[in-house]
């Protein structure tokens, strides 16, 4: 019996020997095959989430990357389009160059000039290895759907594609990452990240007239359709100087710091689709480099942060204000359940005070807020505000005067008093959320 088994065992073995061999042999002839492949996908799939390719070329509640996601802008309406492998609607039949082109100088196919919309102008300077593992990922990380591509509305001039030729000649600059003299790698990788694949300063750098980066402004805040991208550069009152590490790190990971702010509407798209997923020596690289970029004030003379409702009236403290007073009777049937009455916060519900949603210099934040609601998922934790804009589902809809009242009583009371808007001003919003 022993024998018999040991036998057996020996005849497996051979048999194993030799075939294993044979396929060794077999395999080495080759060309790379699968398990490499694996690895690079793999990469290509980690930096399209440092570049969030999914964040704009997914519409709400659409396949990934299958595009149809719209972008307003100034200039009319731009949806993204198909990235996935398929076939006749996506780019699966994108040669490798093809792609380079279209993701680092804005060539599409047959030439057609993409809108800056694409922020290909960040990605110019992606570096060729991470071009290759990005090609990989495109090419069989992602399923294939077939979907077409919706046009947009963009409006004279800028519907002639061929003037991108020479907006690119202003704005485009195709050299490669290189580090800097002197420069950390930390930091070297902290500005790779943030300048180029996470294209941080295409929403929080000013645009020009001709919507270019506005230069030597990198980073010192911009208007976002109905939002605002604050200034994150190292100014210690219009920037994020007195922000933490922890602070920062929090952010990008939960998309909420606690005393400083939380990402809504685009920042909570960056947090959910990109930073949150992004190892820890990455996000330390960010931090890093954002410690480093210059500093760039602006008019403000007090940080957005340290308001602490000083204007916070006794009789709110009582919940006796004004009765008159319609912004105070639409926070306290609106918001005050989760935000509380003296809008100190609890839990998962931010304060109101100490919030750079309500201490800021425009109300961008805190209105386009109201009417869109917050929704954000990091890990098992999903973050929720109802919307009480149009799209309300959940809760009355508030109009654009409500919004305005409630906006200057949360301002004067808890924020920044200076600031006072209209209902024009909401309506103004409500416009530039809609494509
Ligand atoms: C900020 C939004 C945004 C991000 C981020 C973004 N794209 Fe795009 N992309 C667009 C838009 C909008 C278009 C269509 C532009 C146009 O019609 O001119 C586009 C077009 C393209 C095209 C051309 C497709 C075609 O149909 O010819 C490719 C390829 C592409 N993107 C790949 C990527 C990849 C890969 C990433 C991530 C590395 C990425 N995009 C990230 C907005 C974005
Ligand atoms: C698609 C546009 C967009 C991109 C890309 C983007 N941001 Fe933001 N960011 C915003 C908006 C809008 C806000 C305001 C969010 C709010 O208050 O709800 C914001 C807020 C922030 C804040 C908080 C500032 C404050 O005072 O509240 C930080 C920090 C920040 N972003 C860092 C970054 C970094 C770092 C990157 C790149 C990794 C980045 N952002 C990419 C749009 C963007
Ligand atoms: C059901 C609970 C709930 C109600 C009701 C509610 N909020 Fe919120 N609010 C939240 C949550 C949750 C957040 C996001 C917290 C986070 O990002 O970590 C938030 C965030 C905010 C922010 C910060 C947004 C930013 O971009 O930084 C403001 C300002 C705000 N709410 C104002 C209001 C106002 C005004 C009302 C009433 C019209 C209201 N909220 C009603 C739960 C609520």
Known sequence: MMRKISNSCATTVAVCLVACSALTALVSLLPKAHAADGTLVEKGRYIATAADCLACHTAPGGKPFAGGYPIITPVGTIYSTNITPAPKTGIGDYTKAEFFNAVRLGIGHNGKRLYPAMPYTSYAAVTDDDMEALYAFFRSGVAPVEQENRSGNVRFPFSIRSGMMLWNWLYLDTRTFQPRPG?????????????????????????????????????????????????????????????????????????????????????????????????????????????????????????????????????????????????????????????????????????????????????RNLVATILTGVERQTGETAVFMPAFGSGALWVNRLSDQDIADVSNFILKTFGNPSVQIDARYVAKRRTELTP
């Open 183 to 363: 420069e950390t790698p930390q930091i070297a990788r902290g500005r790779y990240l943030v300048d180029h694949l996470e294209h941080c300063g295409t929403c929080h750098t000013p645009r020009t007239l001709f919507m270019g980066p506005a230069s030597g402004r990198s980073l010192s805040g911009s208007v976002v359709g109905a939002w605002y991208a604050p200034n994150i550069t190292t100014d210690k009152i219009a920037g994020i100087a007195e922000w933490t590490d922890s602070d920062l790190r929090n952010y990008l990971k939960s998309g909420h710091a606690l005393n400083k702010g939380q990402a809504a509407g685009p920042m909570a798209e960056v947090v959910t689709n990109s930073t949150q997923l992004l190892t820890s020596d990455d996000i330390d690289a960010i931090i890093a480099y954002l410690r480093d970029v210059p500093a760039i004030a602006s008019s403000e003379k007090r940080s957005r942060t340290s308001y602490e409702g000083a204007g916070r009236p006794e009789e709110v403290a009582r919940g006796q204000i004004n009765p008159e007073d319609r912004g105070w009777k639409i926070f306290s049937g609106s918001c005050a359940s989760c935000h509380q009455a003296q809008g100190q916060g609890v839990n998962a519900y931010p304060s109101l005070t100490h919030n750079s949603a309500t201490g800021s210099s425009n109300a």
